[in-house]
């Protein structure tokens, strides 16, 4: 997932985006209170029920006028409870467990003894 808009990222990753999910601009939020016809886009709602394994979250005040916490507060918490920030990368977030995951995998390869044949 990339957030707010960045078209780019999914092009140079070879990735589709989240269902319905694009990008997610102060607009998007204004809908999700007022949606049309019955079709609901609600990131605050679908993003905790379906979380990507990474996102990318480019901090910028939309037009310099939005920032993320003026419309997508949720998606803040969420980053913060469930995504680990890349330490070089900082615009990346990977989920939480699939870097305990990762770990695990990487322990458990050490601590296993190797064929030496």
């Known amino acids: 997932m ?3 808009y960045n078209p780019d990222v999914y092009i140079y ?3 589709l985006p989240m269902k319905k999910y694009h990008e997610y ?3 998007e ?3 999700a209170r007022h949606p ?3 079709y609901e886009r609600d990131l605050c709602v679908d993003l905790p029920a379906n979380l990507p ?11 310099g006028r939005w920032s993320a916490a003026d419309y997508m507060s949720c998606v803040l ?8 920030r890349d330490p070089v990368e900082k615009s990346i977030y990977v989920r939480r467990d699939r870097l305990d ?3 695990a995998k990487a322990v458990n390869s050490v601590s296993q003894p190797q064929n030496t044949h």
């Open 36 to 38: 049309w016809f019955g």
């Open 101 to 103: 995951r990762d770990a």
């Open 77 to 84: 918490k969420i980053l913060a409870r469930d995504y680990q």
């Open 13 to 15: 990753s070879g990735r």
């Open 53 to 63: 394994p990474v996102i990318y979250f480019d901090d910028y005040r939309v037009w």
């Open 25 to 27: 601009l102060p607009w």
């Open 2 to 4: 990339v957030i707010p």
């Open 29 to 31: 939020a204004d809908y």
